[in-house]
């Protein structure tokens, strides 16, 4: 699966969340998909034994790394950006739990376009890339197939969002190196870091897009570590605003309209199956 990009993992120290999010990544991501699981000392003795469990089982060609010492999120982060080189790779929460073909779907994305240097699927609980409604936090999707049928027969347009979103990141390894990676002198978390990073290649004519053919569920959004949002708002003057204006005309409000209904749909034809079933048995 070398056509695939690299998958990374930081880890973090909630073993339930990581539990379900390693069980969701092998069960939704091709075999042999490479993937790194990064420790910057963040999981303790149960979550270490729950990854080498995994580790003997999983489908995936998965490397674990852990550090003696925590150096930061967006340090730990940058370290494994630059380990990759330009190879493109998609960076996903540790609490993130990706529906089947996610990592198709953003591998796909990137390569429709090559001015697209990030490229984020919905959520429920995605922000600007939230479905059902923009900005809120929604449960998980209850048949995280049926959600992942739907979203892979949207037609792939792959709108512009104002940033990345953090549950989870495709980023194109050329667009990368040229913005120089994460500025890890500054910010304190990677929902900061990614914000500044999606900016920066903005400013370098590269496109922060939407994988609306894609799903990674999460049980909560991302959040800023103290002063990460200030610092976006003074070496990004404009960003607030444009922020504010895509929050209040909601252009994906039509594709999130869009994917509901096929939703809807594919669940009524799964009845309508059931229906047709018990009928010919009577």
Known sequence: MSDLPIVLLPLAADEDALDACLAALDAATPAGTPVWLADDAQAGPRGVALVERWLQRTRLRAEYTRRPQPVG?????QQMLAACGDADVVVLSA????????????????????????????CNAGEVASWPRLGEVAPAPADPA???QACAAMAPRHPELPTAVDHAVALRGSARARAGGLDTASFG???GALADLSLRLA????????????FVARGGEGGAAPGDLDLLAARWPAW???????????????????LQDLHARLRDSRQDDLFDVAGASA
């Open 73 to 77: 999120p967006v340090a730990h982060l």
């Open 95 to 122: 609490d993130a739990r990706p529906l089947p073909g996610w990592l198709a779907q953003l591998a796909a994305c990137l390569a429709r376009d090559a001015s697209i240097a990030t490229a984020t699927p919905w």
């Open 146 to 148: 049926l959600t992942a």
């Open 189 to 191: 978390s990677w929902y």
């Open 203 to 214: 400013g370098l004519g590269w496109r922060n897009v939407l994988c609306e053919t894609a």
């Open 240 to 258: 607030q605003a444009r922020l504010a204006d895509f929050l209040m005309r909601d252009p994906l409000r039509a594709a999130r309209a869009e």
